[in-house]
């Protein structure tokens, strides 16, 4: 009993982890939400991509008319069947998830819908790499939308 007890005592529960994220973000007051419509990851493929060798990044400007508000920033992730098997692309949309939490809340452009698609290499990149490609991807759509 003692040896099922330790491992569960060891972990931090998911709202320890929240709570200490929060307090991290305090800064940031911009909204993030997740694009879960077709329609507005078809609309986003308008947009501008800026392509890194393990994912393309799209960013396109929602309508002034649309239902999220101008303030909110969106993003969404898409991998294919033709990057592995579900133990690999799962793996790839966790790593995608944690860096856009990371990123977004103090490099995402406002209005704007961000998807990141992920592309098939044959070695993983390490997070410092995806991280800086993201970084340097938001900079350049931002440029580009003006």
Known sequence: MAADAAPG???PSPDHLDQKQHSS???STRPIAVIRKRAD???ANRGKRFVT???VLLAHRRRTDHTVPAETVRHGITVTKKIGNAVVRNRMKRRFRALLAQVLPGDGLAGVDHIMI???TDTEADFATLKADLEKGL???AKKLG
């Open 25 to 27: 973000d305090s800064a």
């Open 53 to 55: 060798p393990n994912f």
């Open 139 to 141: 900079k350049y759509l």
């Open 41 to 43: 990851f078809l609309a």
């Open 118 to 120: 992920g592309r098939k």
């Open 9 to 11: 005592a060891a972990r």
